[in-house]
Nanobody, 125 residues
Framework: QVQLIESGGGLVQAGGSLRLSCAAS????????MGWFRQAPGKEREFVAC????????NYAGSVKGRFTITRDNAKNTLYLQMNSLKPEDTAVYYC??????????????????WGQGTQVTVST
């Protein structure tokens, strides 16, 4: 069992940056593969990025690769998403997810059972 609390969303102009944080409670954070997902109005929730238990492997959606960076600090039980060069199409609610399965596989990865409350990111032109 893990509980997730997100922060860091906000309003930013195109080309700007935001850093999202996800603070986890529980005793097994370091054992979970973690991920970020997002959902825009009228659209399905989509994968953004994931990271393995020790941070050794990261994967990104093609739409954010090269602009976003996912990291984790197991000592602080915290997951991060650094978002640079933001575009209006990045506007969405961003969700932290714990216990991602097969983070390393673009064809077979799935979301875990634990979600944060979501944090709104709005990118203006």
């Amino acid at each position: 069992q893990v509980q997730l609390i997100e922060s860091g969303g906000g309003l930013v102009q195109a080309g700007g940056s935001l850093r999202l944080s996800c603070a986890a409670s529980g005793r097994s954070f370091s054992s979970y593969e973690m991920g970020w997902f997002r959902q825009a109005p009228g659209k399905e929730r989509e994968f953004v990025a994931c990271i393995t238990w020790n941070g050794g492997t990261t994967n990104y959606a093609g739409s954010v690769k090269g602009r976003f960076t996912i990291t984790r600090d197991n000592a602080k039980n915290t997951l991060y998403l650094q978002m640079n060069s933001l575009k209006p199409e990045d506007t969405a609610v961003y969700y932290c997810n714990a216990d991602v399965r097969r983070c390393w596989s673009s064809s077979s990865r799935t979301a875990g059972d634990y979600w944060g409350q979501g944090t709104q990111v709005t990118v203006s032109t």
